[in-house]
């Protein structure tokens, strides 16, 4: 892992490419201007740079619009920090709809952690997401447009036709779920397991991972409160390895404790007894979700 104090400063751009730190180069972007490139393979969940702040500011006064990245919650989850900074590194990072690594806050050790979401390879541009995700394309160039003054270039807000209108309808659908899933509203747990399913299975659809830990943790309250603790097992598994690649060890060890023992979970066996399914049911095998 790549660790960078405040101290350390990059060299001024050129339009040559230029090595960033250990497997990534800045180079011209097309319709970007520059970005950050990767130079070797990254894993999924892997820390591709971990960076302390030049300075902080309050997001709620900046003057340094997307250059200032949030130290905490980040836009893409509709948690938007107190706080942000400016990392010399990290603002080298442009912004997409289908981001490819995420930004974490790590508050404990004062650093902007940023991880693979999945399987980088060569050549490929990291991108993180500058706003939120769940949202039609309209309205998240909207978004761009209005907080920082850029049209989104992106492979997501390049569909065109079919297949952005089933892009959006999902994103729509999946804004909608996430929402009211932030807020336990799940309904009757057999609907709230139905819509978990659909969007987990509409996230690999649209490239987003990110989000993938909040719906299996739905899986697993649903599945905890019915005292089905063998699926809730399995979705607690799937929470603990997705938030693990997104947001790091430490903010997913919650569910180390969970997958050993659903039955400790504050709402564990609360709606009574009744046998749903998890991640380890042939149904998740027939959606094509292995
Ligand atoms: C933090 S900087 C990223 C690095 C910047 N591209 C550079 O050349 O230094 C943010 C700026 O990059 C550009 N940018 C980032 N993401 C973009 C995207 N998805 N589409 C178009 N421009 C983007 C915009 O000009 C934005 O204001």
């Known amino acids: 892992m790549?660790?960078?104090?405040?101290?350390?400063?990059?060299?001024?751009?050129?339009?040559?490419?230029?090595e960033l730190t250990d497997g990534l180069a800045v180079e011209a972007?097309?319709?970007?201007?520059q970005g950050v490139r990767a130079r070797r393979p990254f894993a999924r969940g892997e820390t591709v740079l971990a960076e302390a702040a030049l300075f902080t500011q309050s997001l709620r006064r900046t003057n340094a619009s997307t250059n200032v990245l949030p130290c905490g919650g980040n836009d893409a989850h509709g948690h938007v920090a107190a706080r942000g900074g400016l990392f010399l590194r990290g603002a080298r990072f442009n912004s997409s709809?289908?981001?490819?690594?995420?930004?974490?806050w790590d508050a404990a050790r004062g650093l902007?952690?940023?991880?693979?979401?999945?399987?980088?390879?060569?050549?490929?541009?990291?991108c993180l997401a500058y706003g939120r995700l769940l949202a039609t394309r309209a309205a998240r160039r909207a978004e761009m447009r209005a907080k920082f003054g850029?049209?989104?270039?992106?492979?997501?807000?390049?569909?065109?036709?079919?297949?952005?209108?089933?892009?959006?309808?999902?994103?729509?659908?999946l804004g909608s779920m996430y929402a009211a899933h932030l807020q336990g509203a799940y309904g009757d747990p057999m609907d709230g397991l139905g819509e978990a399913v659909l969007a987990v299975r509409m996230l690999r659809e649209e490239q987003l991972p990110v989000y993938a830990s909040s719906f299996y943790y739905s899986g697993f309250h649903c599945c905890a409160a019915v005292a089905d603790y063998r699926s809730a097992k399995a979705w607690a598994a799937k929470a603990f390895d997705a938030s693990r690649?997104?947001?790091?060890?430490?903010?997913?060890?919650?569910?180390?404790?969970?997958?050993?023992?659903p039955s400790s979970y504050a709402a564990a066996?609360?709606?009574?007894k009744r046998t749903l399914a998890g991640p380890d049911s042939p149904l998740w095998a027939v959606l094509g979700l292995s």
Do not use: M, Q
């Open 97 to 104: 709809c289908v981001p490819n690594v995420n930004n974490h």
């Open 29 to 33: 972007i097309p319709g970007k201007g």
């Open 112 to 126: 902007l952690v940023f991880r693979a979401l999945r399987d980088i390879a060569p050549g490929e541009e990291l």
């Open 150 to 173: 850029f049209e989104c270039a992106c492979e997501a807000c390049a569909l065109t036709g079919r297949a952005l209108a089933e892009s959006d309808a999902r994103r729509e659908s």
């Open 269 to 272: 066996g609360s709606l009574g």
């Open 2 to 18: 790549d660790t960078l104090g405040a101290s350390s400063s990059p060299p001024a751009p050129t339009a040559e490419p230029w």
């Open 245 to 261: 690649a997104a947001f790091g060890a430490d903010h997913a060890s919650r569910w180390k404790r969970l997958v050993s023992d």
